[in-house]
């Protein structure tokens, strides 16, 4: 066999491997677009049954979370004025009664564009993703603040802040596949394969993946939520209490 020939026979074995290769990454991207649908519609559905227990936690977590920084700021006051300093009250649970809306339809309306909005960037829907859970706890923790207020116009223009900025938008965006180079290399697509097959990995791993997967009936594990909520909250609301 002639050189030329060796090259093109050596060619074609590696766009057969490249060629199969691609295959097997589009497989696995599909199987993980399939259960990241499957997943984030199974949690959508029982997000939508505990968004009172959702809302009410996430708010005595922002409190209590602001309790302990001011007690934190009341001690490092009483450390520089010395032992006769005495304490300000602290942080008191936020009465939602004492509102500046005092409409019955406006209260309906803020209630709604409040739901709305924290359905949409709860913090538990990025357990998965550190960076984003952070991101979604600041901007609760405002959301909290301004439907708290009783500004309904404050808190329209931030539910629409949170539904047209950019930012925010690709966040609550369902991660989109990678996008492989027009000429990739075989050790790049290795190593893709293996990214994929991780991410593939963590999400057969998640909690709610394997009860869709595994109960019986699924939406049992609403019950098993409901419990964890309801014992979560009863813990914020003694810390809570003043």
């Known amino acids: 066999m002639t050189k030329k020939s060796e090259l093109f026979v050596s060619n074609h074995v590696s766009n057969e491997r490249l060629s ?17 649908q499957s997943t984030h519609a199974f949690e959508a559905q029982l997000r939508a049954h505990l968004i009172n227990e959702l809302i009410e936690e996430q708010e005595l977590a922002v409190l209590y979370k602001q309790q302990k920084l001011a007690k934190k700021e009341q001690r490092l006051a009483q450390k520089r004025r010395g032992k006769n300093y005495v304490a300000p009250e602290g942080l008191k649970p936020v009465v939602r009664n004492n509102k500046r809306v005092h409409n019955e339809s406006d209260q309906k309306e803020m209630k709604r564009i409040y739901r709305e909005a924290m359905m949409h960037v709860h913090p538990d829907k990025f357990s998965m993703d550190d960076q984003k859970m952070e991101v979604a706890t600041d901007v609760t ?5 301004i439907y708290q207020s009783g500004d309904l116009a404050a808190l329209r223009a931030y539910h629409a802040h ?11 965006a369902p991660a989109a596949a990678s ?21 593939l990995a963590r999400a057969k791993n998640r909690q709610t993946y394997r009860v869709l997967t595994t ?11 409901k419990a964890y909520y309801d014992d979560r909250i009863a813990k914020l609301r003694r810390r809570t209490r003043s």
């Open 20 to 36: 199969e290769l691609k295959a097997q990454i589009d497989a696995l991207r599909a199987e993980l677009e399939q259960i990241r």
């Open 162 to 172: 949170i539904f047209s900025d950019q930012e925010l938008v690709s966040m609550m």
């Open 179 to 199: 996008v492989q180079p027009t000429a990739p290399a075989y050790d790049y697509l290795e190593q893709e394969k293996l990214n994929v097959e991780q991410e």
């Open 141 to 145: 923790a405002r959301l909290i603040s």
């Open 215 to 225: 109960y019986d009936d699924p939406m049992t594990f609403l019950e098993e939520l």
